[in-house]
């Protein structure tokens, strides 16, 4: 499971510029996958191998001294619920505010790993003395940087890293299905895990030790244990709906960066919204298996046998990113299909740690070429040399070609197609990473 280091501060003092340059150039490309926010809340970063979740907890609109604090404290509660290492930014231009001071308090009082960070020093020389000013705050040695200039965010990102918490070895062997329940607000996440909870044995609820802030209950089914991670209490005392948003994300983020499988809950009585495919585009792109549940299916008033089929139409259309995700409709409230539930999820763990021989894989991918001819361009055709398959969770497969710009998006999507008829691969997304090998002679 992969850190999660929280950016907070005030307005205007720099966090946005910081986390794209943390985040690196990728974070500049618009992709139009749902969910790939176009606000960017969450990127995945990596230095000198530690590799870590960065999350800007919030952006604060400058409304009046009140509103800031409230909402910079919001946003701290945010980090120290979510965070392993917090950043907090402040500026060397506009020195210690009383709201800083407030929020540094919070901060120390919550025993947390906090990195204070003072921006926009572009001149050392000139501005050191009032980087010595935020010594005040109580938290640690300020950190001088400059975001714009890229000044000093080595030594910010070693400093990050020294803090990260060691990988637990008891993680790496804790081998039991980590499922985690997200969805909007209302949509019945809660009520999905008090159900099976009701009819299962529970070993222990709400456990105190996780360092975020998603509820995890231990279920046995079957003499099998199963963790459920439940995203629920998002919704908070929030006025403003982008922030609830963006925390809805961010809670996101961190649930299903902990999960193997994603239980996407939709609710059945108001249908699938963009909101639902930002948050199951989180799940898509880190590659988690997916179970799509429809809940509330009871309360749909008119019903009758086209129903499934027209709603899983709606869904598929939505969500057109993840053709491979598996579908239940199900009813918290009555109960129905969801014992069900416990074995989609076994199968769709069961695909995420598939892995097909090299012989196997290359049979099913030269019959494809076969097939459909592979894409040219001026006379030059693409020759795939041969395909293995290099990791599991999600399974990813590295294709050997002759030219890697040969190799079309629509030409991987239809040997992705043919692969997954051959081997089923349901609930999981599978990845294709194309390697150049120049021909001999």
């Not at 982008?242 to 996101?252: C, G, K, P, S, T």
Request: charged letters at 30%; hydrophobic letters at 40%; glycine letters at 6%.
């Amino acid at each position: 499971m992969k850190p999660v280091v929280a950016i907070v501060g005030r307005p205007n003092v720099g966090k946005s510029t910081l986390f794209n340059i943390l985040a690196g150039s990728r974070i500049a490309i618009v992709e139009d996958t749902p969910g790939v926010t176009r606000d960017r809340i969450y990127a995945d970063v990596n230095w000198l191998n530690h590799n870590f979740t960065l999350i800007d907890t919030g952006g604060i609109e400058p409304d009046s001294k009140d509103i800031i604090l409230s909402q910079m404290r919001e946003q701290a509660q945010t980090a120290i619920d979510l965070a392993d290492v917090i950043l907090f930014i402040t500026d060397v231009r506009q020195g210690l505010t009383d709201s800083d001071s407030k929020v540094a308090d919070m901060l120390r009082r919550s025993h947390k790993n906090v990195i204070l960070v003072v921006n926009k020093v572009d001149n050392f020389d000139k501005f050191m003395p009032d980087v010595y000013e935020f010594y005040n705050l109580g938290i640690g040695e300020p950190l001088a940087i400059s975001a714009a200039s890229q000044l000093g965010i080595g030594d910010l990102l070693d400093k990050v890293c020294e803090l990260l918490p060691e990988e637990n070895p008891d993680d790496e062997e804790d081998d039991r299905p980590k499922i985690a329940i997200i969805g909007k607000p209302n949509v019945g996440k809660s009520s999905i895990v008090n159900k099976l909870v009701g009819a299962n044995r529970v070993i222990v609820s709400d456990i105190a030790g996780t360092t975020r802030d998603a509820v995890d209950t231990e279920i046995i089914h079957n003499d099998k244990e199963y963790v459920f991670i439940d995203t629920a209490g998002i919704r908070r005392k929030n006025k403003i709906k982008e922030d609830l948003e963006r925390y809805m994300i961010v809670r996101a983020v961190a649930a299903v960066e902990r999960a193997d499988v994603v239980v996407i809950v939709i609710d059945a009585t108001e249908g699938v919204t963009e909101q639902d495919a930002k948050i199951a585009g989180i799940a898509h792109e880190r590659g988690k298996g997916i179970i799509i549940a429809v809940n509330k299916w009871d309360a749909l008033e008119e019903k009758n046998d086209k129903s499934i089929y027209r709603y899983t139409e709606d869904i598929r259309k939505v969500l057109s990113f993840m053709p491979y995700a598996e579908m239940l409709f199900i009813s918290a409230k009555t109960g129905q299909r969801m014992q069900k539930l416990f074995a989609m999820i076994d199968m769709v763990i069961e695909n995420q740690t598939l892995r097909i021989a090299t012989g196997v894989l290359n049979e099913i991918v030269s019959e494809a070429t076969a097939m459909h001819q592979p894409p040219s361009d001026k006379g030059k055709r693409l020759k795939i040399y041969y395909v293995t398959q290099v990791s599991v969770k999600p399974p990813t497969f590295v294709i050997f070609v002759n030219d890697k710009k040969l190799m079309h998006f629509s030409y991987t999507r239809y040997l992705e197609n043919q692969i997954r008829e051959t081997f089923g691969f349901k609930g999981t997304p599978l990845r294709f990473i194309v390697r150049e090998r120049k021909e001999k002679g």
